[in-house]
DNA sequence: AGACCATGTGATCGTTCGCACACCGGAGTG
DNA sequence: CACTCCGGTGTGCGAACGATCACATGGTCT
């Protein structure tokens, strides 16, 4: 047991990851979470502080990012523009990003997939910066927005259209017409309630009818939806808990909802959020 | 992965040159994976790092990928140079003001108004905020925020979706089936550029075509364009100088020109820029 | 056969990374 | 007040890894 572990570490080759690689990865943390600490990154990324030390030296040089004391935050002339930091997307942050990350890996290259409006989903957005080569179709403009800061001639942005709701979701006719001409192959969804009676909830009705639009123009389903989410019931349902074929949860749910979903939903995940 | 690669090498004694599907498949795993090392690729394909090294520099050449240490990447190729939004709203600044605050008269409350994507419609956005009880249909996700910042009930906005171009222009054939099942009464239409031969023209052919379909599902055809526009003809023509009912233009434009215009548009206005 | 091309080999040189160590300033603590 | 601990930072060096070159090899083309 413990002579295997010097072997176990030895066989893999360390794998290490391309020095660009994580500079990609570390802006687009910054970019998304504003600031990051050295230490964090260390561990996110396993390699030593030292080395993550002189990545940021070559992204603050590269006008990346700036560097600070403890690690690095967005450089100025970037950090102005998102009024988006109002109050709804300041909850549950540790948990909606830990949620948004598990999700990314559900995410290669090359592949179509469909962001629904919401604040986590909003986050995996930003996560999925690095991942080259996406057709995304979505109904939120923040979202769109993500992806046009940083354009890429292999990436391909499609926002369905229709009207704004408050929480920023494009609803009625137009986006369901536009969801019905189109396919992706892996939906996210985010939700506002979710319970074992009414499924899966949002509060505006119009946004139900276009994200069941959503989900039947879509392949496979992901709902992210932290802890905070079970037990509330918004006005209108748009989807039962069996619809999901993945649910992405943080580890505060309760033993009692997690075993009800898991009854219902074949991949329950629960990623920690600290 | 695929290994038709293996039973190719071993049905046909290298026959073929292999360089070739070796290429295929190294640009295939770097799109799909974001980034590959040579190592890897060297026991994928069973083939020295040498050998892969030598492909990764012909790929890099050949811009399909970009070398870096330790392995390649994909190339973020920023090679589409049509003129940003940024780049574009600084100039003429003045007199784009003025034509928009012209423009605005012509919107009365109440009234359902269509706004194509371009920075002195994006100003007229502004210029609207005052107005109640609009109807705006609009395919640029500028104009959107604009109305979206300081929300009002009495306001209607529709985005009608698509595809984003570098100049924030949404288009494709989302956006043209939108904008097929609406009408507006009036329409303010920010052009590229315009000349006698050319008529209207934009440099981004999907604009073109949705700023047709915009066109037929308008009454009243309002266009913008300050002095600088005349005389410039982008790649392509979506509407004659004859299909205008108003032009809005700056006191800075010249006889000559104003004479053209006069000659096929029923109203063409010059305003002060100062 | 001889030129030719793609590929592998080994030597050499450049890069990257982790570790050990020193520095620096602030918060306790005696 | 001096003293020490502590977290963050930077420097130097050695080890491992990657890049590159020159050359050898073993096939194909004419």
């Given at each position: 047991m413990n002579t295997d572990m010097n072997l176990a570490t030895n066989i893999f080759p360390v794998s290490r990851s391309l020095a660009q690689e994580r500079h990609d990865l570390i802006v687009s943390e910054v970019r998304t979470r504003g600031s990051v600490r050295v230490t964090e990154l260390a561990t996110l990324l396993d390699v030593s502080d030292m080395t993550i030390r002189r990545d940021l030296d070559v992204l603050d040089e590269a006008g990346a990012l700036v560097k600070v004391h403890g690690g690095a935050k967005v450089s100025t002339d970037h950090a102005?523009?998102?009024?988006?930091?109002?109050?709804?997307?300041?909850?549950?942050t540790a948990e909606k990003q830990a949620i948004a990350r598990a999700a990314a890996e559900f995410v290669r290259g090359g592949a179509t997939i469909g962001l629904m409006a919401g604040t986590t989903t909003w986050r995996l957005a930003g996560e999925l910066?690095?991942?080259?080569?996406l057709t995304v179709v979505t109904n939120s403009m923040r979202v769109a927005e993500v992806f046009n800061e940083?354009?890429?001639?292999d990436r391909n942005i499609i926002l369905t259209g229709g009207v704004r709701t408050p929480s920023d979701a494009l609803v009625g006719p137009i986006a369901a017409t536009a969801l019905a001409a189109l396919h992706v192959d892996t939906l996210f969804i985010g939700v506002h309630g979710m319970s074992e009676r009414a499924g899966f909830t949002t509060p505006n009705i119009l946004e139900s009818d276009t994200n069941r639009a959503f989900i039947q123009a879509s392949g496979r389903k992901i709902v992210l939806a932290d802890h905070?989410?079970?037990?509330v019931t918004g006005?209108?349902?748009?989807?039962?808990?069996?619809?999901?074929d993945v649910l992405i949860t943080d580890d505060k749910l309760s033993a009692d909802a997690a075993a009800v979903l898991a009854n219902q939903i074949p991949d329950v995940r629960q990623v920690s959020g600290s």
């Open positions: 102005a523009d998102q009024p988006s930091f109002d109050a709804k997307s300041n909850t549950q910066a690095a991942i080259p080569n940083f354009w890429r001639a905070s989410k079970w037990g006005l209108s349902s748009f989807a039962n808990l069996s619809d999901a």
